[in-house]
Structures are given as C-alpha cells and as structure tokens.
C-alpha cells in the first residue's frame, strides 16, 4: 500500500512537473531589415502587429522579441540561422529577395517585372495564385523552413531620374542607373541605358556627384533616402511589387499543434492585410510629397506602359531562364494575368 502511495506521488510530480514545462512561455526572436520606424518601415509595421496578434491568438503561449535593423546578422547569416534544426531559439525572419534567391532562386519569377496593374491584383496572385502555393511547398521541401506570406514592405518600384523625364523605352537611351541585382542590370541594358551595381548606402553621393543618373525604388525609399534633393524626375511604372519574405523556422512550426499553426498563419496574413492598407493608404501623400519638393512625376498610359513591358520583360525571362526552369517563369506570369483580368 504505502509502494503504491509512492509511485502515485511520484507519478503526481511528474505530471505536474510537465504541465508546468507546457505552461511556460516560448520565447521567439523575429528579425528583419530596417529600423523600428513603424511610419517609414512597413516592414516594422508588419512586425509590431504579427507580434501583437500572435501572442494575442495563443494566449501566452509564445512571446516575440523583435530585431530590426538586422541585429540578428545579414540576410545569408539569418536564412542559415533558421534553417538550421533544433534550435535552442527559435528564429522568424522577414527576408528580402537578397535572402531567399540564393535558397530559392524560382521566387524571382514574382518579380518580373510589368507583371501586375494593381495593388489588387499583386495581392490576388500572392494570396490565391498556383505559382506561389508551389513556391511554398518547394521551400519547406529544401530548406524546411515555412514561408508564410509576402509581406508589402513599400508601394511598386518607379524610376527616377536626374536628367529628363521618361515615358518610354527610347528615353533611357545613355542614361546610367543604380541596379540593386544583375536582373535590373538586364532590365536596364533593354532599354538602352546602363546598370550600374551600388549599395542603398553609397547611392545618394552616387546620384548627387553624377556617377550614376537614376535609380528605381518605391517612393517611401525615396522619402526615407531623401533621394529627392537629388532626383527630378520619377515615372510610376510599376515596375516591381515591393515586398519581403515571412519565414518561420520549421523545428518551431511543426512542432506546435495545429490549432497554433493555423492561429500563426492567420496571424501572419492579417498583419500583411493591415500593412498594404498602412503602404497604399500612404502612397498617394508620399507622390505628393515628392511632387512638393520639387520632383516631376508622370504617369505611364496604358500604350506606353506596354512599350515598357514589351521591351522589359522578354529581357529580364531571359536572364532568369540561366537558374530558374522556364516553367516557374510560366506558371508566375500565368498567374498574374489571371489576377489581373480578376480585378479589373
């Protein structure tokens, strides 16, 4: 009897033991690039409101502390951080193309550029599009990693430009421009100028002493590099959709319950909601700014837009076809006609 009294103590404690294991909180570090500016970083703003709705949805059970301004280490350090297995911390990470490309390299298929006419349609493709569902299951696949959600870090890239005004092709002719990848580089080559490769933080001496005329960025970069004391003229082209990368480290994933991976994926998607209206709400005011300060700003009709992407994209497949098999490209501009026509 009194054997029996013992073990069902011992049995008792360790139950108890247990359940105080389960009870504790989950401690999780979330990075990403920029400082905690929740007005000019969008992706800050994304940051703030996951970690807000995730720990309001699972009660406790996980807290987030937030890393920006890439304390956690570069783009490369922090992917290899969260992919690596059993983990002691937890990693979430925003990356940018300069981070998933190398793990990836199919996910540049979203940025072809000229692809969406909207904010609408980029969220359709995103959010209900073939392509990106297989890009999901095709990073969990190498990397086991979770991505999650494109997250809008900004509005669509425009060009802008010290020396004259653009409404097509034929005026980049001579022109030098800022390229932030090899892709742009092509773009840029299509259209008859050159790209030159400069870092975010040589670019505004690079723009003001002449060593290259343009760039291309969303106007909230603009702002925030206040490249407009440098730039005069900034055509909305929509080039490229501005967005980053939500990557949830798969040891941390895969071992919660499914009621909290489905509390963090919705938790995940309603922050991306709430950050397009934050950036579109904003993109306006932001042109207007611009315009303020002095810059000219032209809008592409419909016949010239096509003129930049019938001379654009053929280029920018081609250079993506040297690492990305041909039927990613497909299956991506497939998808963004389809959003396209869907929201018109």
Known sequence: MRRAVICLLVMVSILALSGSALAETLTVKMSYNGPPDEVNNAVHYYAVNFKKLVEDKLEGKIKIELYPDSQLGTEEERMQLLTKSGLNQPIINVASYAGMAPLLPEAYAASIPFMFDSYKAAHQFFDSGRYWSKVKEEFKKRTGAVLLEAVEEGGFLAFTNSRREI??????????FRAMDEGQVTLYKAFGASGIPIPWTELYMALKTGVVDGQMNPATYIIIGSLYEVQKYMTLANIQYSDQFLVVNGDL??????????????AAHKANVMTRQMVESQDAEQIKFLEEKGMKVYAP????MNAFRSKGQPAYIE????????????????????????VK
């Open 167 to 176: 409404k097509s092709p034929d005026d980049f002719k001579g022109l030098k």
């Open 253 to 266: 994933f895969d071992g919660l319950p499914e009621a909290d991976q489905k509390a963090i994926a919705e």
């Open 301 to 304: 009709n419909e016949k010239e």
């Open 319 to 342: 250079w993506l076809k040297a690492t990305v098999d041909e039927k990613w490209l497909n299956m991506a501009l497939e998808d963004a006609k389809a959003a396209n026509e869907a």
